[in-house]
């Protein structure tokens, strides 16, 4: 028989059953929500051609986005995404209104997204390149030293040489 408390077999019971509720309540799920997602019931009295700006930020609050040029478009975003464990977290919902406005501050139209209405992005690979020297750190910390040296040069007109960074 396996003995590894000697005759103390319900502390090791005990011992074990802890360790299995630890393990389990650490592989449970976490939903987080992220941006500013508005109130269903509020975002349904929004009614294209009757609210103003104003009226549409006291119901449901700022937005997460204005538009850069003019504020004709307001954007409100929310995603949430689950973690399970240690696991990279997965998007499980996301919506974004979108309120047009004219240009006399009347809502236009009321457009709302979820997460099919989106569109992967592919990311690239490459990198620019960069010309110049290439540098080595001790290089780049020699010429540091000499660029702060007390000796100038006596032509003002003839230009130091600055060590160009390698990235």
Sequence with gaps: MFHIFGHNKHIFRCYLAGALCLILVACGSRVDTRGNPPDPERLSE??????????VLEMIGSPSNITTFGNEKWYYIAEQTETIAFFAPKVVGRQVVILHFDKQ???????????????????VERTTPTYGNKLTALEQIIGNFQRFTKDKPEDTNVPTRIPTPSY
């Design 105 to 123: 501050g009347v809502l236009e139209k009321l457009q709302t997204l979820d997460a099919e209405s989106g569109r992967r992005v592919q990311h």
């Design 46 to 55: 929004i009614k294209s051609g009757e609210i103003t700006r104003e009226e």
